[in-house]
């Protein structure tokens, strides 16, 4: 059994900047990609960033040069650096894992997700 737990969500004013993190509980051999998706009320699940393995970065365009997204392979863990936080950034915040490699073989998986709030 796995389970991502997630943790550093809360509520920031413009312009200030937050840490997410995520850390893969299990018997777990590996991790393909790790990443984070929001949704905001209203609107479907995108993605935020990614990042593989070997370290190969992807961002939404929106969150380009805001964010950093890094991870901790002997830990299983990934890490969101936000900063310049915007209003339109409130959303909550999941945690997900691809590829995840263990006895029974390779499976994907989901957090429960942690709230995001930018407001004044």
């Known amino acids: 059994q796995v389970q991502l737990l997630e943790s550093g969500g809360g509520l920031v004013q413009p312009g200030g900047s937050l840490r997410l993190s995520c850390v893969a509980f299990g018997r777990i051999f590996n991790i393909n990609t790790m990443g984070w998706y929001r949704q905001a009320p209203g609107k479907q699940r995108e993605l935020v960033a990614q990042v593989t393995r070997g370290g190969i970065t992807n961002y939404a365009d929106s969150v380009k040069s805001r964010f950093t997204i890094s991870r901790d392979n002997a830990k299983n863990t990934v890490y969101l650096q936000m900063n310049s936080l915007k209003p339109e950034d409130t959303a909550v915040y999941y945690c997900?894992?691809?590829?995840?490699?263990?006895?029974?073989?390779?499976?994907?998986?989901w957090g429960r997700g942690t709230q995001v709030t930018v407001s004044s």
């Open positions: 997900n894992a691809e590829g995840v490699a263990t006895l029974t073989g390779k499976s994907d998986y």
